[in-house]
């Protein structure tokens, strides 16, 4: 059921611009995090119209009070005859922004990337801590932040999805695949999307941004009050700014220079795999495939991971 006050809000919204159906993304690529979006979102860039100067606006579950103008100015004025899309992976989690582009774009492609639960989760609280976005050890963060075990209820999420706009609009892909054959990865992406298939690049193939990379920060508090302002610039449309900043020497002052992260320790993978369990052994029946491996702890180093560098972003 959608509660009235969101309803309305939703009707507020479109009631000053009747032509957002038209105006909307056709497509979402909703992650989870860490399973290789930022990888993607360079990619499809080529391709399709995404959002200018940012990878992620936020607009479905943070900013929607801002409005469609909000919203629209992240995109170039010049559609053609690109799919217009975003590459968004915190909406997956979030049930404000599966609720609102159920009301206000029904017809929308919905494309989710699962991973090994475990390791995402290693991943996603080491950019996490990287970026000053929390203080805490992993275990501290794995009771404190609910996001990182929230992020990794698969299939409860991903039949919330389909329920929401129908199971034919939902494409639940495995980041497995994506590293084994980015190609074929990608053509039944576009296939999905409605876009013409195209050819990766050598330079497409490259792996960045990978966690296992990252380190401490130097100082958590320099860090953190840095993410603050990229997300203060951010909701006021200074993208640019950021992404200045982040392509600067002026990064290294924010970003890195504290101690590596230690080896999780077999406890703390062991108890993730027992959490997750139920979890992937539902998502296996939803999508008819053997997760075996990933009821398995996982390894403490992290499998490569595909994306790009993100500055200040999540």
């Known amino acids: 059921m959608h509660s009235p006050g969101a309803l309305g809000a939703v009707r507020a919204i479109t009631f000053d611009a009747p032509d957002a159906l038209q105006s909307l993304p056709s497509f979402f690529l909703i992650g989870p995090p860490r399973t290789g979006t930022s990888w ?41 005859h690109r799919p217009m899309g975003e590459v968004a992976p915190t909406y997956f989690a979030s049930p404000k922004a599966r609720e609102r582009i159920v009301q206000m774009v029904p017809t929308a492609r919905i494309v989710c ?70 190609q074929s990865f990608v053509d039944r992406l576009a296939d999905f999307i409605g876009l013409p298939r195209f050819t990766l690049t050598s330079s497409d193939l490259h792996r960045v941004h990978a966690s296992e990379n990252m ?74 495939r053997d997760f075996s491996a990933w009821k398995t702890s996982g390894s403490e180093e992290l499998a490569p991971e595909v994306g790009l560098p993100s500055g200040f972003r999540r």
Not at 60 to 80: E, I, M, Q, T
Not at 241 to 252: D, E, F, G, M, N
Request: glycine share 6%; aromatic share 12%.
């Open 40 to 80: 993607l979102h360079e990619v499809l860039s080529k391709h399709t119209l995404l959002p200018n100067s940012t990878k992620e606006t936020r607009f479905f579950d943070v900013h929607f009070h801002r409005g469609l103008k909000w919203y629209w100015a992240h995109y170039p004025k010049s559609f053609g």
């Open 113 to 182: 990337i699962f991973r090994h639960p475990v390791e995402r989760v290693i991943s996603l609280y080491r950019v996490k801590r990287a970026y000053g976005m929390i203080p805490w050890s992993l275990e501290e963060a794995l009771v404190r932040d609910p996001e990182l075990i929230e992020s990794g209820r698969y299939a409860s999420h991903l039949k919330t999805w389909q329920k929401g706009v129908g199971k034919d609009r939902v494409l639940a892909t495995v980041y497995d695949d994506l590293r084994q054959s980015p």
């Open 215 to 288: 380190t401490h920060p130097r100082n958590y508090y320099r860090t953190r009050g840095a993410t603050f302002m990229a997300n203060w610039c951010k909701a006021r449309r200074l993208d640019r700014v950021v992404t200045a900043i982040k392509q600067s020497p002026l990064i290294k002052l924010f970003l890195g220079g504290g101690p590596p992260f230690a080896q999780i320790s077999r406890e703390t993978t062991l108890k993730l795999s027992e959490l997750f369990r139920p979890e992937i052994e539902e998502l296996e029946v939803l999508l008819n």
